[in-house]
């Protein structure tokens, strides 16, 4: 050994040297809703590119636009060089970056993506994020089959579209779901849409409430919405007006967001939900920023993860385990 090296092994300072060399990178992970096991399983994954690659993840929940800030501000005190970010509202995409181009930070997007003070989407910040539209169309297209397989009379079915419309990725998702059914044959007179107050099972109750009763004469229905929650809102909603889980098919997105609700004893209206990748996208987004940081390399501006599966009661465990999850 290096007589350096030695003298300071002996003393006990070589760990302390070394230490910075090792875990001297700090990197953030903020997300709007920590709640969701969606972002949960982000983090994990993020955690586990932190190992694989070398880095610490500063994980911090940012549920609105005070915390986020302020968040940013605590990154850099505790000497992240930058951090990836769900926004709790797209409209602070601007301020974000302002704040962190004065301290110095790289940003990553992660699933919704910031909007400038035009309302436009801020293309110029590295998003990863699922194909929304796509993802949607699928919802749609799943939803008739399940309708189909059933026997149900067109004429006596309703869609309770769940809407959040000012997050571009629930817009899409929303539309593309409506347009495969319409696609399919589903007369749009018959596609009600009622916009959630808030992005959760109770506000997505509230919504799906209100339409329930301006629609008395619908048979069954079949649930969208741009997410688990908002279709298990939707769903808990027919449960109160007494409908039957026979005559309601709702189709959630996220997959990991479902699993308590696919592990009921008896099935329930909510028949299923695709599952995207938040574990490609937790892991794929800070590898990003982590290569920024660290050797200069640019991330791609958009990177979309297109792969989706729908988990139903029979198949969801299988299907987490497969990847991991
Ligand atoms: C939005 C939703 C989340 C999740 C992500 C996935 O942020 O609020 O529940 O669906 O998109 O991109």
């Given amino acids: 050994m290096h007589g350096l090296l030695k003298k300071l092994a002996l003393t006990?300072?070589?760990?302390?040297?070394?230490?910075?060399?090792?875990?001297?990178?700090?990197?953030?992970?903020?997300?709007?809703?920590?709640?969701?096991?969606?972002?949960?399983?982000?983090?994990?994954?993020?955690?586990?590119?932190?190992?694989?690659?070398?880095f610490t993840v500063l994980k911090v929940a940012v549920p609105d636009g005070e915390k986020t800030l302020s968040a940013i501000d605590s990154l850099a005190a505790n000497g992240a060089k930058g951090f990836?970010?769900?926004?709790?509202?797209?409209?602070?995409?601007?301020?974000?970056?302002?704040?962190?181009?004065?301290?110095?930070?790289?940003?990553?997007?992660?699933?919704d993506q910031f909007l400038n003070a035009a309302g436009k989407p801020m293309t110029e910040v590295p998003?990863?994020?699922?194909?929304?539209?796509?993802?949607?169309?699928?919802?749609?297209?799943?939803?008739?089959?399940?309708m189909k397989h059933r026997g149900w009379k067109v004429a006596e079915t309703g869609v309770m579209a769940i809407t959040a419309d000012e997050l571009d990725t629930a817009r899409r998702r929303t539309?593309?779901?409506?347009?495969?059914?319409?696609?399919?044959?589903?007369?749009?007179a018959q596609i009600y849409k009622v916009p959630t107050k808030s992005n959760d099972i109770p506000g997505a109750f509230d919504a799906g409430n209100s339409l329930l009763v301006q629609h008395p004469n619908v048979k069954h229905w079949l649930i969208i919405g741009m997410?688990?929650?908002?279709?298990?809102?939707?769903?808990?909603?027919?449960?109160?007006?007494?409908?039957?889980?026979?005559?309601?098919?709702g189709i959630g997105i996220n997959g990991v967001d479902a699993v308590n609700e696919l592990s009921k004893s008896k099935p329930t209206g909510f028949y299923g939900s695709l599952l995207p990748s938040p574990d490609v996208?937790?892991?794929?987004?800070?590898?990003?920023?982590?290569?920024?940081?660290?050797?200069?390399?640019?991330?791609?501006?958009?990177?979309?993860?297109?792969?989706?599966?729908?988990?139903?009661r029979d198949n969801f465990k299988a299907e987490l385990k497969k990847k991991g999850l």
């Fill in 281 to 312: 996208n937790g892991y794929r987004s800070i590898q990003q920023l982590h290569l920024w940081v660290s050797k200069g390399v640019q991330p791609p501006k958009f990177t979309e993860i297109v792969d989706a599966v729908l988990l139903t």
């Fill in 227 to 249: 997410n688990d929650n908002t279709v298990l809102g939707g769903v808990r909603a027919t449960e109160g007006q007494h409908f039957s889980a026979n005559d309601v098919i």
């Fill in 84 to 111: 990836v970010i769900c926004t709790p509202d797209p409209k602070l995409g601007p301020a974000i970056m302002a704040k962190a181009k004065r301290l110095g930070l790289k940003v990553v997007t992660v699933d």
């Fill in 175 to 188: 539309g593309g779901s409506i347009s495969a059914l319409q696609a399919a044959g589903f007369p749009a």
């Fill in 12 to 54: 006990g300072l070589l760990a302390v040297a070394l230490q910075p060399v090792f875990a001297a990178e700090k990197l953030g992970y903020l997300v709007k809703q920590p709640e969701e096991p969606w972002f949960q399983t982000e983090w994990s994954f993020a955690d586990k590119a932190g190992k694989d690659l070398g």
């Fill in 127 to 146: 998003l990863v994020m699922m194909a929304a539209s796509k993802i949607g169309e699928r919802q749609g297209k799943e939803l008739w089959k399940e």
